[in-house]
């Protein structure tokens, strides 16, 4: 196997004198109207839908590259994949308001039809179901949070935690699993390394 030593000397001159600054920013310029103003926007439009498309299907299939934003690093990869591999009571929460909040509202339109002593127990009963969810909810979004930062921390040693995280945690906790976008990507206890 013969291998020839590469050069890292350049090859000498371009062949060109340098533009003077005029020359070049007159190069530069370029109309602030384009000529056809329709095409341009069908151009820009379709542009728009195919990074529109490219960050759905990303949506679905975790692609790092074309996820927005909020969703970007490796610190909220961790946090999806490990959020996305607990079973957790917070993921119901959502359905337990919704009961909660119907129970209300059906005592509210029966009225005198129930004995008050019962409306009674059943208001107490659904203000307590939903304020304890609540407190259970942040109480193990706490937990959660805590356990996530030293996994991470461990794992990944000189990589920072980006601000606003937690709450990221947190919202994607109180979702179904179903709903969570974008979709989880591990299945139930394959927690992250």
Known sequence: MNVEPVSTTPDGKKGRPTPKRKA?????????????????KRAARAARNARFDAEQRAMITGEEKYLPARDKGRARRFVRDYVDARHSFSEWILAVMMVSIILIMVLSMLGNKIPLHYQAYMLYGSSILMYGSFIVTAIEAFFVWRTIKRVFTEAHPREDIPSGTAYYAFSRMIMPRRWRS?????????FPK
């Open 24 to 40: 070049a920013e007159a190069a530069r310029i370029r109309p602030l109207v384009p000529k056809d103003r329709k095409e341009a």
């Open 182 to 190: 974008p979709r989880p990507q591990v299945d139930r206890g394959q």
